[in-house]
């Protein structure tokens, strides 16, 4: 099998596994963009080669192995997307494809001098955690930002989605990470959020975008409101 088709496919499988907590055929053909039975024949060489295990009509599973390696990848794919950030000034709607392409570099040294002249990050500019050299992922649990309740203080802390019409979105809001919304108001209706934030900025967002920010909550206003007292 070609080098970069098993690392894409390893990779959006613990992607997916990170996302969703079930690896399914049919998830896989869609961010693939690829057949289910093309699907099905790269999945069938991958359990042969100890990477994944596969059973007829069940979710794939990867192997301690197989997760290994794609965490790797990932890791890749996230120091580069803060090095084009931090080092290159692209915007963070602008990295994902460019890192697809490089994550395929067949050189430790040259991703890992990355991470040195970053400092060691440990998160990509979505906020997504940055795998360690032996593959290892410590992430924090975050809520969504639909499951806020009314009145509270959050601060944007990952993004669920690096989709790029949503960080254009958020652009247009100069809504960024760590960005403090306080949620003054949820309608009842269609659950969209009314916030404030950007020293007296406010926005509606749909339930749609409120599901792919994850925001930790907190009683400390990081940003000067005009009118807040104290």
């Given at each position: 099998?070609?080098?970069?088709?098993?690392?894409?496919?390893?990779?959006?499988?613990?992607?997916?596994?990170?996302?969703?907590?079930?690896?399914?055929?049919?998830?896989?053909?869609?961010?693939?963009?690829?057949?289910?039975?093309?699907?099905?024949?790269?999945?069938?060489?991958?359990?042969?080669?100890?990477?994944?295990?596969?059973?007829?009509?069940?979710?794939?599973?990867?192997?301690?192995?197989?997760?290994?390696?794609?965490?790797?990848?990932?890791?890749?794919?996230?120091?580069?997307?803060?090095?084009?950030?931090?080092?290159?000034?692209?915007?963070?709607?602008?990295?994902?494809?460019?890192?697809?392409?490089?994550?395929?570099?067949?050189?430790?040294?040259?991703?890992?001098?990355?991470?040195?002249?970053?400092?060691?990050?440990?998160?990509?500019?979505?906020?997504?955690?940055?795998?360690?050299?032996?593959?290892?992922?410590?992430?924090?649990?975050?809520?969504?930002?639909?499951?806020?309740?009314?009145?509270?203080?959050?601060?944007?802390?990952?993004?669920?989605?690096?989709?790029?019409?949503?960080?254009?979105?958020?652009?247009?809001?100069?809504?960024?990470?760590?960005?403090?919304?306080?949620?003054?108001n949820i309608e009842p209706f269609d659950k969209s959020i009314n916030i404030r934030y950007n020293e007296g900025?406010?926005?509606?967002?749909?339930?749609?975008?409120?599901?792919?920010?994850?925001?930790?909550?907190?009683?400390h206003r990081d940003i000067p409101f005009p009118g807040d007292i104290g």
């Amino acid at each position: 099998m070609a080098f970069q088709t098993k690392e894409d496919y390893l990779k959006n499988m613990y992607m997916i596994d990170e996302e969703m907590g079930i690896i399914s055929l049919s998830e896989l053909s869609r961010r693939l963009r690829v057949s289910i039975p093309t699907v099905n024949s790269m999945v069938k060489k991958l359990h042969h080669g100890g990477w994944v295990i596969y059973e007829k009509y069940q979710p794939v599973r990867l192997t301690d192995k197989g997760k290994k390696e794609a965490a790797l990848i990932v890791r890749k794919h996230r120091i580069v997307e803060m090095f084009l950030v931090k080092k290159m000034n692209f915007g963070w709607e602008e990295v994902h494809d460019i890192a697809e392409q490089i994550e395929h570099v067949n050189s430790e040294i040259f991703f890992e001098r990355m991470d040195e002249m970053l400092g060691n990050p440990s998160s990509d500019p979505h906020g997504s955690p940055i795998p360690n050299q032996n593959g290892i992922i410590t992430s924090k649990k975050y809520m969504r930002l639909s499951d806020a309740k009314n009145g509270s203080v959050v601060i944007l802390r990952r993004l669920h989605s690096d989709d790029r019409d949503l960080l254009n979105y958020l652009n247009e809001k100069r809504i960024s990470l760590h960005t403090t919304f306080i949620i003054e108001n949820i309608e009842p209706f269609d659950k969209s959020i009314n916030i404030r934030y950007n020293e007296g900025a406010t926005a509606t967002l749909s339930k749609d975008v409120c599901d792919m920010l994850l925001v930790e909550a907190t009683s400390h206003r990081d940003i000067p409101f005009p009118g807040d007292i104290g």
